[in-house]
């Protein structure tokens, strides 16, 4: 895996045990440590990454599903509700990481931080 995709994952990650606050949680500065982006390094990493992953899937969905003055598409719903269940099968860094990737488009579509992302 790339530096890029671990530092995609990191900021994934962080973003979203910040979500209600002015930032992203510091690097590891989630209660588990799963924040950062050397969880990311190595197959051998492949089942804390995917618990970072989908916990902050939980987290996101949560906040925007949850939320009664967003709209959010019904195919878009499915969508984000399936995307934990896939990051929790997934079996590569590779399949995991365009998991985050797709969530995070259908993500922005209905939130956006009150920080600037990267």
Same mark, same amino acid.
């Given at each position: 895996?790339?530096?890029? @995709? ?7 990650? !962080?973003?979203? &045990?910040?979500? =209600? ?14 924040? %950062?982006? @050397?969880? &990311?390094?190595?197959?051998? +990493?492949?089942? !804390? /990454?995917?618990?970072?992953? /989908?916990?902050?899937?939980? *987290? ?5 599903? +949850? =939320? ?6 019904? +195919? ?6 399936? *995307?934990?269940? %896939? ?14 990737? %797709? ?9 956006? &931080? ?5």
């Amino acid at each position: 895996m790339s530096v890029t @995709d671990g530092l995609k994952y990191e900021t994934f990650v !962080r973003c979203a &045990f910040g979500i =209600n606050s002015d930032s992203p949680v510091g690097r590891g500065g989630d209660l588990a440590g799963l924040a %950062e982006a @050397d969880i &990311f390094s190595g197959a051998g +990493n492949l089942p !804390r /990454a995917k618990i970072g992953a /989908a916990y902050a899937v939980a *987290i996101y969905n949560r906040h925007i599903l +949850n =939320n009664g003055d967003i709209e959010i598409a019904d +195919n878009d719903y499915q969508r984000m509700v399936d *995307i934990f269940d %896939e990051i929790v099968t997934s079996t590569t860094l590779s399949e995991l990481i365009q998991l985050v990737d %797709e969530y995070t488009d259908l993500r922005k579509r209905y939130h956006t &931080f009150s920080w600037q992302e990267d």
